[in-house]
């Protein structure tokens, strides 16, 4: 959409630094209702960077950390506002059909789940059923939401990188009692702050962007075809 | 970054008649002043990996270098001083001789290779206390200090001669979660102010999510290795 992306992403940070959770609602939520941004665009150009910017340095934990968590939770409640819309948009989706049915988690001791509650209006986006079961998931809570929820997909995200330790022994159990059928794919920022892939973990496919999800879905739903 | 420790090859396999294989063809390196952790569950063989790097332990077979000397061939006496001279150890436990006060620990391993103690080294313990927070209690004996107190002792009698790599097993195993960040922020402190590269086995998650390497080993073998490249951190 035609919006100056760099100019609402600075006006938006103002927002969120002065901890003003209405304006920086109102002003996301007035970005969408008058089609100036679209989730994806909102998401990717302005909630998430305003997020990432935020460096909490060694020594710094005390003055930093409690208002890296008021600034989230102003973005998340962003995030649950702004699902008519999600919704809306999944319309552009409909004509090119259903690309399967996806469940989204974090493992154990992953409490970070913002971005892949913004990944879950991907896939709702791109026309995936999808349930997100949320954050801080034991291996065996997943293993039996996928035996209860039989999907397609698991979407693991992983953003403290000594959780990845857990993702290996989840893909492991999901190889074991669900392999070929449920394909696995990964995202979150421990992938990039380690250079790691989705193969050295065992998954099938590390998901970066809205892009890559909407690659993942036209594949599915040309392979179900 | 030069390496400070390399592995190659390294196997480790115990008893004679029943023969116990713990590790597995290990190969690392470590660069110098870099800040790393292993994890791993009990008797996967992290802590014998340790003491085969602190040349504690020899390997079965493999090659150990460290600062670029191959250990695997020098002497008891020979590998006593490289000991000495490159390597501190901090353990769970903190090993502190009680009859000496924290000052008297701390210079112990410079005194039992020297019998006088120069200013430098005199200078250096009281910097190392300083540094440490034991200014208040650096005349206590050992006994007479508290569980943070002591394990700070200990790192500090680590660093007394300088080395370039400390080797830590389980430096908070023992202590609550307000000293375990105390002493995390004391290793990083020393990390960045000496360049001292860390390789510190350990359970807790609080600390090995803040190192910037993570070596999993498991049943022997090293199952991941990954590094933080994160900003911040």
Do not use: A, D, K, R
């Given at each position: 959409m035609n919006v100056d992306l760099t100019g609402v992403f600075k006006e938006f940070s103002t927002y969120l630094t002065d901890l003003d959770r209405e304006k920086a609602a109102s002003f996301c939520l007035n970005l969408l209702e008058q089609q100036r941004v679209t989730i994806p665009e909102l998401y990717e150009f302005i909630l998430a960077p305003s997020l990432n910017r935020i460096v909490v340095p060694r020594g710094k934990e005390d003055e930093l950390i409690w208002r890296e968590h008021a600034q989230t939770n102003i973005v998340r409640g962003i995030v649950e506002r702004a699902y008519p819309y999600v919704l809306q948009q999944r319309q552009a989706f409909k004509s090119e059909g259903f690309p399967g049915k996806i469940i989204l988690a974090c493992p154990e001791e992953e409490y970070h789940e913002l971005g892949i509650r913004m990944g879950a209006d991907f896939y709702t986006i791109t026309q995936f059923d999808v349930t997100f079961i949320g954050s801080n998931l034991p291996k065996s809570s997943i293993v039996s939401a996928v035996k209860e929820l039989k999907p397609d997909f698991v979407a693991i995200s992983v953003t403290n990188y000594l959780r990845l330790v857990q993702l290996n022994r989840i893909v492991e159990s999901l190889r074991e009692n669900f392999d070929p059928q449920v394909k696995i794919v990964v995202s979150g920022s421990a992938f990039n702050h380690t250079g790691s892939n989705a193969q050295d973990f065992g998954a099938d496919e590390l998901i970066n962007s809205y892009e890559d999800v909407v690659t993942l879905a036209r594949r599915s739903h040309e392979a179900r075809a | 970054m030069a390496n400070v420790i390399s592995l190659r090859n390294v196997n480790k396999v115990y008893g004679t008649d029943i023969k116990t294989q713990v590790l597995f063809d290990i190969n690392l390196d470590f660069e110098e002043s870099s800040f790393n952790s292993i994890i791993g569950q009990s008797g996967s063989g992290k802590s014998t990996l340790l003491n085969i790097i602190g040349t504690l332990d020899k390997p079965t077979s493999g090659e150990v270098f460290i600062n670029g000397t191959k250990t695997t061939q020098l002497s008891k006496d020979e590998l006593a001083k490289v000991r000495n001279e490159s390597i501190g150890f901090v353990f769970q436990f903190h090993y502190l001789l009680p009859e000496f006060t924290a000052y008297e620990n701390i210079i112990m391993p410079y005194r039992i290779k020297n019998d006088t103690i120069p200013a430098e080294v005199h200078e250096r313990a009281a910097e190392l206390i300083h540094l440490m927070g034991l200014d208040k209690v650096k005349n206590n004996p050992a006994t007479k200090m508290s569980g943070g107190q002591q394990q700070r002792t200990s790192i500090a009698r680590a660093l007394i001669n300088n080395p370039r790599i400390i080797l830590a097993d389980e430096?908070?195993?023992?202590?609550d979660s307000d000293t375990t960040e105390k002493v995390y922020d004391l290793m990083r402190n020393i990390n960045e102010k000496f360049r001292t590269m860390f390789l510190i086995i350990t359970h807790d998650p609080r600390i090995a999510q803040k190192t910037d390497r993570i070596l999993e080993i498991l049943d022997g073998r090293i199952n991941l290795d990954l590094e933080n490249k994160a900003p911040g951190k």
């Open positions: - | 430096p908070t195993g023992n202590l």
